[in-house]
Each structure stands twice: as C-alpha cells, then as structure tokens.
C-alpha cells in the first residue's frame, strides 16, 4: 500500500510561483510513474503532468506547459510540480498519485493511489 502526501500549496498572486511536493511511502517509490492532476470547485478532476519512472519522459497538460513543470527524486520518494506564471485558473486542490500503466497518462481511471490533495488559490 503505497501512501502520498502533497504539500506546498498556498494562496499567491497572479504570476508568482510555488513548488508542489508529493512525499510517497510504503513501496518501492523507483518503481512508479507518478501524475499530478487538479480539481476546481464545481469541475471534474484533471490531468496536469505526469512523470516516467526514471524522470527522463513527462508529460504536461496543454493549459500549463511551458508554466509547470514535473520532477523527481528517487532517493527522497519524493515528486514535485513547479508551478510559474500562476494565473486564477489554477485555481484549485492538487493531487498527485500513482501511474499504474495500464492506461493511458491522462486517463484519471489509470490511477492507483491518490494523497489526499492540497489547496493552490491564485488570486490578487
């Protein structure tokens, strides 16, 4: 049972930044491609990135690439989403979770494992 837990979030203004954290335990954290996704209140959950088991191939969401960026660090179980050029449409609880790789990286149902989620508000 693998368990996730997202930090980082915050309130911010228009433009600025923050840096997302997943910490992961209770597997083999090398051994999972990760994905963040959001969810806006009122609206589904959606895909934002996804990261390979190495780190070498991602993927990003057309509405936040070139803005957000996903990575990780195998020896701190831990994968991250940097986020710049904040705008009030990211709005929203981040989640990260676990890839099981019988879908499709964009495909919420692909999913295994999910933290419990933390809030990003960008507003002025």
């Known amino acids: 049972q693998v368990q996730l837990v997202e930090s980082g979030g915050g309130v911010v203004q228009p433009g600025g930044s923050l840096r997302l954290s997943c910490a992961a335990s209770?597997?083999?954290?090398?051994?999972?491609?990760m994905g963040w996704f959001r969810q806006a209140p009122g609206k589904e959950r959606e895909f934002v990135a996804r990261?390979?088991?190495?780190?070498?191939?991602?993927y990003h969401a057309d509405s936040v690439r070139g803005r957000f960026t996903i990575s990780r660090d195998n020896a701190k179980s831990t994968v991250y989403l940097q986020m710049n050029s904040l705008k009030p449409d990211d709005t929203a609880v981040y989640y990260c979770?676990?890839?099981?790789?019988?879908?499709?990286?964009?495909?919420?149902?692909?999913?295994?494992?999910w933290g419990q989620g933390t809030q990003v508000t960008v507003s002025s």
């Open positions: 990261i390979s088991r190495s780190g070498l191939t991602t």
């Open positions: 209770g597997g083999t954290f090398s051994r999972y491609a």
């Open positions: 979770a676990v890839h099981s790789e019988s879908g499709t990286y964009y495909d919420l149902a692909s999913y295994d494992y």
